[in-house]
Nanobody, 121 residues
Framework: QVQLVESGGALVQPGGSLRLSCAAS????????MAWFRQAPGKQRELVAG???????DYADSVKGRFTISRDNAKSTVYLQMNNLTAEDTAVYYC???????????????WGQGTQVTVSS
């Protein structure tokens, strides 16, 4: 099973930007779907953005227009560019390679250890 390592989390002021990276332990060229999730304190883990091998993307409504997911198969890395951050974006962000995606719902698969994003002045 692929192993995932996230990085790039930090403390940032409201309105700021961050880019998260998710490095995979093997080539991701054959991986159909990859995604970023987040979990805020006291809340359930939620899908932030997903991307397919064809470059198709989908986003949570709360991040549309602010976040961009991308993948670099040559570097076996998936990125999440986050702009215009707000306090509501504070969470631990996780990278995921799902075992299956059915009807837009991601099921199981491999997870990274997470990276903390804190948006505060």
């Amino acid at each position: 099973q692929v192993q995932l390592v996230e990085s790039g989390g930090a403390l940032v002021q409201p309105g700021g930007s961050l880019r998260l990276s998710c490095a995979a332990s093997r080539s991701i060229g054959s991986i159909i779907s990859m995604a970023w999730f987040r979990q805020a304190p006291g809340k359930q883990r939620e899908l932030v953005a997903g991307i397919t091998d064809l470059g198709n993307t989908d986003y949570a409504d709360s991040v549309k227009g602010r976040f961009t997911i991308s993948r670099d198969n040559a570097k076996s890395t998936v990125y999440l560019q986050m702009n215009n951050l707000t306090a509501e974006d504070t969470a631990v962000y996780y990278c995921n390679v799902p075992a299956a995606v059915i009807g837009g719902t991601y099921f199981g698969g491999a997870w990274g250890q997470g990276t903390q994003v804190t948006v505060s002045s």
